[in-house]
């Protein structure tokens, strides 16, 4: 099987990544969703599959923090409001699920900003 776009690449990735991760309710799944122009991460849980903290560069807690910087600034900041969102949720570690995405760049940013805020992974 040849794979043909860099989407089915990171698809084939993801599966391949998701056979071995797996949130659970003592540690939730962190999964990160990339766009041209914004990051995305939430907190699954898989047993139950519900979403429980979620996070991006479109939430309104952020609009005036996120101005003027670079979208690996942006992401940091994501990461940080996940991890806060997490804390207050009583949620102190979770499975980072990078889904197919080379870990470097904005989802390196994104890990490290929830690291610094005290989530643990």
Same mark, same amino acid.
């Given at each position: ?20 991760? +797996? ?9 990160? #969703? ?37 979208? +690996? ?22 499975? #980072? ?23 643990? #992974?």
């Amino acid at each position: 099987m040849s794979v043909k776009t860099k989407e089915e690449a990171r698809a084939r990735r993801k599966l391949s990544i998701r056979k071995k991760v +797996s949130g659970s309710t003592e540690r939730p799944r962190m999964t990160v #969703f990339r766009s041209l122009n914004h990051i995305y991460a939430q907190v699954i849980n898989d047993e139950t599959g519900r979403t429980l903290a979620s996070a991006s560069t479109l939430s309104p807690e952020l609009e005036e923090t996120l101005k003027g910087q670079k979208k +690996s600034g942006k992401a940091k900041k994501v990461g940080e409001l996940i991890a806060k969102k997490c804390l207050a949720a009583q949620i102190s570690q979770v499975v #980072f699920d990078r889904s197919g995405y080379i870990y470097h760049g904005r989802v390196e940013a994104l890990a490290q900003g929830a690291r610094e805020a005290g989530l643990k #992974f």
